[in-house]
């Protein structure tokens, strides 16, 4: 038998690391920011649902015209749950 030691991960506090940069992301822009940005931030779609089925995001369709063309963009915005998950976290 080997006499090896079991690795104990640590227990993780707070959000995952992308959660919580994606939070302070939207938390740092008053009208939230559009799903083009988030993206560009390396942010994915899958992760930008998560946050909004985690209630912790809210997105909706804003429609604006571009070149005179109407074009439909998301917008995320951070909830008041996502706050608190920012602010609880960033005592401990």
């Avoid at 707070?14 to 009208?31: H, V």
């Avoid at 799903?35 to 946050?51: M, P």
């Avoid at 369709?61 to 706050?83: D, F, M, N």
């Amino acid at each position: 038998m080997s006499n090896q030691r079991s690795r104990v991960r640590p227990v993780r506090r707070g959000p995952k690391p992308d959660r919580r940069r994606a939070l302070e992301l939207l938390a740092s822009c008053r009208e939230g920011c559009t799903e083009a940005i988030l993206l560009a931030h390396g942010f994915t779609v899958d992760q930008i649902a998560e946050l909004v089925r985690a209630g912790l995001a809210t997105a909706h369709s804003q429609r604006v015209i571009v070149a005179r063309r109407a074009v439909e963009i998301a917008r995320v915005q951070i909830t008041e749950a996502g706050r608190r998950t920012l602010t609880d976290k960033s005592t401990q």
